[in-house]
């Protein structure tokens, strides 16, 4: 079984501009959530999406938001691009809510 | 609050030996646990869970962990430390209520393997 996909795999952009990720999860799950990695601050969760609904969201401002979509694919978006968004942003898809979250490679944003 | 201590951000052990890895979570009911593990520049793969019963879980890769309830921990160990395992270990704890799947994870630990 394929596991949980992320496109693109590296980015670039410039501040002020937005960017959209993408993930697909393992076949057949129906959770996706968003994590955001950085140096500084660790692993801290975005949001989490079940039945393209947002059943949770971290402590991130408004600028991040994202969907999920009826075949369980999701998007993030990050609006307004700040220097402090370059990180590295990972999807994790599971089962279910509460189940054990399997993650993808990540998607490497650099904000210049 | 939900939070997870990794106390040592760095450790190194010889090739062979055996090794552990400490957690401490914060938690106001029981809950899930994991350790997960990332090879730089890849994503997380996840080691072993614990969600309830023996509170000893094995792990991929030769690992287990041991959940202690009355010290808040939940350390990882193997018994013989292979190159391959130099990464970064990170430990997380999953919220078990309406909040669905959020993870809080630890700062992480990084391992490097001397041969």
């Known amino acids: 079984k394929a596991g949980v996909t992320q496109t693109p795999r590296y980015l670039i952009k410039t501040r002020g501009q937005q960017v959209t990720l993408s993930c697909s999860p393992i076949?057949?799950?129906?959770?996706v959530s968003w994590y955001q990695q950085t140096p500084g601050q660790g692993l801290q969760f975005l949001f989490e999406y079940f039945s393209e609904t947002q059943r949770n969201k971290g402590n991130f401002p408004g600028r991040f938001s994202g969907r999920q979509f009826s075949n369980s694919r999701s998007e993030m978006n990050v609006s307004t691009l700040e220097l402090g968004d370059s990180a590295l942003y990972l999807c994790?898809?599971?089962?279910?809510?509460?189940?054990?979250?399997?993650f993808g490679p990540g998607t490497r944003l650099t904000v210049t | 609050a939900q939070s997870v201590t990794q106390p040592d951000i760095h450790i190194t052990v010889s090739e062979g030996a055996s090794l552990e890895l400490r957690c401490n979570y914060s938690?106001?009911?029981?809950?899930?646990l994991f350790w997960y593990v990332q090879s730089p520049g890849q994503g997380l793969q996840l080691l072993l869970k614990?969600?309830?019963?023996?509170?000893l879980v094995q792990g991929i890769k030769g690992f287990e962990a041991e959940f202690k309830r009355s010290q808040s921990s939940f350390n990882l160990r193997k018994p013989s430390v292979h190159w391959s395992d130099a990464a970064e270990y990170f430990c997380?704890?999953?919220?078990?209520?309406?909040?669905?799947?959020?993870?809080?994870f630890g700062q992480g630990t990084e391992l490097s393997v001397k041969p």
């Open positions: 997380a704890v999953g919220a078990r209520n309406n909040q669905g799947g959020k993870l809080i």
């Open positions: 614990y969600f309830s019963g023996d509170t």
């Open positions: 076949s057949g799950h129906r959770s």
């Open positions: 938690y106001g009911a029981t809950p899930y």
């Open positions: 994790a898809s599971s089962l279910g809510l509460r189940e054990e979250q399997y």
